[in-house]
T-cell receptor, first 113, second 112 residues
Framework: KAGVTQTPRYLIKTRGQQVTLSCSPI?????VSWYQQTPGQGLQFLFE???????NKGNFPGRFSGRQFSNSRSEMNVSTLELGDSALYLC????????????FGPGTRLLVL | TQLLEQSPQFLSIQEGENLTVYCNSS?????LQWYRQEPGEGPVLLVT?????EVKKLKRLTFQFGDARKDSSLHITAAQPGDTGLYLC????????????FGKGTKLSVKP
């Protein structure tokens, strides 16, 4: 079974631009969660989607948004990029809602210049 | 406020040594997970502990969940260079708050 895939793996953007990251969960998994990882703050929860609905949201500004499609694939979007948005963005999938066993993808490394 | 404190932040040891890393919180979790993350990769789940006082062994790794379900430790016996990585603990409140709360991790380097 293929693992969680994320595209692109690396991305360079400039301040003020927007970016869309993509995540394909493990086949059969219906829940997708997104995390931001930085050296200073560690891994921080962004949001969780289950059956195309956002179930939980972390403490991030409205510039961060996401969605999930009927095939469970998910995208997250960051608008009006700031330097502080430079981070590794990780996607994790799990079988069902509130499933505690999450499987992580390799992440998308975003650099904002 | 960091809900999960991991210590030490950095650890550099020689192959064959033993080590223990800690994960502490003032919150009670329904479960706690340990992950290892290697550079350029996402975290990989090592173990989930659920019951207070629970001890789980995974080859040379021993995980313990505190009796009050607020803290956990990971002990590695006879560390090997392949154990090098970032060790993360993550707590879950369960139920409708199923998202994980992560510590900042312990960066372990095992030198041959």
């Amino acid at each position: 079974k293929a693992g969680v895939t994320q595209t692109p793996r690396y991305l360079i953007k400039t301040r003020g631009q927007q970016v869309t990251l993509s995540c394909s969960p493990i086949s059969g998994h219906r829940s997708v969660s997104w995390y931001q990882q930085t050296p200073g703050q560690g891994l921080q929860f962004l949001f969780e989607y289950f059956s195309e609905t956002q179930r939980n949201k972390g403490n991030f500004p409205g510039r961060f948004s996401g969605r999930q499609f009927s095939n469970s694939r998910s995208e997250m979007n960051v608008s009006t990029l700031e330097l502080g948005d430079s981070a590794l963005y990780l996607c994790a999938s799990s079988v069902g809602q509130h499933q505690e066993t999450q499987y992580f993808g390799p992440g998308t490394r975003l650099l904002v210049l | 406020t960091q809900l999960l404190e991991q210590s030490p932040q950095f650890l550099s040891i020689q192959e064959g040594e033993n080590l223990t890393v800690y994960c502490n919180s003032s919150s009670v979790f329904s479960s706690l997970q340990w992950y290892r993350q290697e550079p350029g990769e996402g975290p990989v789940l090592l173990v989930t502990v659920v019951t207070g006082g629970e001890v789980k062994k995974l080859k040379r790794l021993t995980f313990q969940f505190g009796d009050a379900r607020k803290d956990s430790s990971l002990h590695i016996t006879a560390a090997q260079p392949g154990d090098t990585g970032l060790y993360l603990c993550a707590g879950s409140y369960g139920g409708s708050q199923g998202n994980l709360i992560f510590g900042k991790g312990t960066k372990l380097s095992v030198k041959p």
